[in-house]
């Protein structure tokens, strides 16, 4: 049996695969995450998972980069974080794959936000804020 401390942290994936596991759940955000970033639209991912929880959202967080530092950090979160697969992109450039990474999960190009959301399967609208979110998700949903 696996012990908590055997279950990886962060899974390497594409945005296809990513996209695959959205059609299982009705409201989903998958949250872009820069883990230095410091900017007002960056999130503490526990505060994330919170909100998250309180309307029935559930939260995928994909790390824009790897830090070794910021990922050996045991957070509050229901899942692993999940790294973009740079061999299957092709590049370690990190706004090349993301922005291939983000084509293949939206299926857009011009996405510019943290906040991808998705409602059964489909991506429905990017987010600059989780504020804008949880209003967008609780007008929808109330």
């Known amino acids: 049996t696996l012990e908590q401390n055997d279950i990886p942290k962060i899974y390497i994936i594409n945005g296809e695969e990513l996209k695959k596991c959205t059609s299982d759940y009705n409201d989903i955000i998958i949250y872009l995450w820069s883990p230095k970033c410091k900017s007002r639209v960056c999130y503490s991912l526990n505060l994330l998972q919170q909100e ?3 309307y029935n959202i559930e ?10 530092q910021l990922m050996q950090v045991n957070y509050n979160i229901k899942r692993p974080i999940f790294g973009i697969d740079i061999k299957y992109y092709k590049t370690n450039l ?3 794959y993301v922005s291939k990474f983000i084509n293949d999960l939206t299926l857009k ?5 943290r906040f991808l959301y998705f409602k059964g399967g489909n991506f429905k609208k ?3 804020t989780i504020d804008d979110v949880i209003k967008s998700v609780k007008i ?3």
């Open 94 to 96: 990190t706004s090349k």
């Open 126 to 128: 990017e987010f600059e």
């Open 52 to 54: 998250c929880d309180k």
């Open 59 to 68: 939260l995928f967080i994909v790390a824009e980069y790897y830090d070794n």
């Open 109 to 113: 190009n011009n996405i510019e936000n």
């Open 140 to 142: 929808k949903t109330s």
